[in-house]
T-cell receptor
């Protein structure tokens, strides 16, 4: 079934540890996005990639990095996790830039202690 | 800062009624408008999108766009308990300085809809 796969589903992480959230899509979408969703703050864009080989910063990029080595994969790395990064993280993709509707993965619930 | 505003709710309607969800946006140059539904603990899923002024209907859902008033709404007819969810409005416009062509999708914080049996 075509779609977006995120891993892990949930994770508890000690502060200061490095963590990579994985995102893979099999729809051959050009654009991919990472959002975090926090109660009362809604969905906020962390990083995006309009096409393989390019990335850009979103609204809340600090403390996060991404890479886009190929069309399918868009991992999000927390170099040194802090408690404020406790959130639900959604990966999304779209055929083109943000004028196209987004398809979301199932999310990763991350708790930093 | 470009903003998308929604009433957080909760909006409570009886089963069979029309639910009206509203969204305003600040960027007059916005080009695309989306409504997503998000059940508790789940990811957002696309309900409707609209690009032009006027109404767009899909089954029980109607999206309405008024660019002059910078207003987009979602009507749900014959509301069902299964419609109970948070509805997210998202607006797409150009992002960054001139010379670039980066689009940015901005989400509202969502309206919680409860449909009572």
């Amino acid at each position: 079934i075509a779609g977006i796969t995120q891993a892990p589903t949930s994770q508890i992480l000690a502060a200061g540890r490095r963590m990579t959230l994985r995102c893979t899509q099999d729809m051959r979408h050009n654009a991919m996005y990472w959002y975090r969703q926090d109660l009362g703050l809604g969905l906020r864009l962390i990083h995006y990639s309009n096409t393989a080989g390019t990335t850009g910063k979103g609204e809340v990029p600090d403390g996060y990095s991404v890479s886009r080595a190929n069309t399918d994969d868009f991992p999000l790395t927390l170099a040194s996790a802090v408690p404020s990064q406790t959130s639900v993280y959604f990966c999304a993709s779209a055929p083109g830039p943000a004028t196209s509707p987004l398809h979301f993965g199932n999310g990763t619930r991350l708790t930093v202690t | 800062q470009k903003e998308v505003e929604q009433n957080s709710g909760p909006l409570s309607v009886p089963e069979g009624a029309i639910a009206s969800l509203n969204c305003t946006y600040s960027d007059r140059g916005s080009q695309s408008f989306f409504w997503y539904r998000q059940y508790s603990g789940k990811s957002p899923e696309l309900i409707m999108f609209i690009y032009s002024n006027g109404d767009k209907e899909d089954g029980r859902f109607t999206a309405q766009l008024n660019k002059a008033s910078q207003y987009v709404s979602l009507l749900i007819r014959d509301s069902q308990p299964s419609d109970s969810a948070t509805y997210l409005c998202a607006v797409c416009g150009l992002h960054g300085s001139s010379g670039g062509s980066n689009y940015k999708l901005t989400f509202g914080k969502g309206t919680l809809l409860t449909v009572n049996p």
